[in-house]
C-alpha cells in the first residue's frame, strides 16, 4: 500500500472516530471512537514520513538511513494514547458506579 493511500486511509479513521465522538450516547462508544482518532493520528504521521528503500539506522552503512525521531515520537503517543484510554475507563466505571448507566443523556439529566 502506497503512502498516499495510508495518508487517505488514516484521514478517514480519524473522521470516522470523529464522528462516533459526536454521535455516540454510549460512553463506551466514545471512549473507542477517541482511541480510534489517536490510532488514525499515528497512522498518518508513519505514512507521512515513509520513504520507500530506506534502511533502518543500524549497523556501519549511514547513507540512506530513516531518521528514527517520527518513529519514537509515535512510540510515545502511544503510549500516552494507552494511558488517555485508561484513564477515560476508570472515569467511565466511577460515572456508572454512580448513576448506574452507560448513557451520556442519563447523565446530564441526573447532573442537572
Not at 493511500?5 to 454521535?23: K, P, R
Not at 528503500?53 to 519514537?72: E, K, R, S, Y
Amino acid at each position: 500500500m502506497s503512502s498516499n493511500m495510508l495518508e487517505i486511509a488514516s484521514v478517514f479513521m480519524f473522521f470516522i472516530g470523529f464522528y462516533g465522538v459526536i454521535t455516540s450516547k454510549s460512553i463506551i462508544k466514545s471512549i473507542v471512537a477517541i482511541s480510534l482518532m489517536e490510532a488514525a493520528v499515528v497512522v498518518f504521521f508513519l505514512s507521512f514520513g515513509f520513504i520507500d528503500g530506506i534502511m533502518p539506522p543500524i549497523g556501519t552503512d549511514l547513507v540512506n538511513v530513516a531518521d528514527p525521531l517520527p518513529q519514537a515520537l509515535m512510540i510515545t503517543a502511544i503510549i500516552i494514547g494507552v494511558a488517555v484510554t485508561a484513564v477515560n475507563l476508570t472515569m467511565m466505571i466511577s460515572l456508572c458506579r454512580q448513576f448506574n448507566t452507560m448513557d451520556w443523556d442519563d447523565v446530564r439529566k441526573d447532573t442537572e
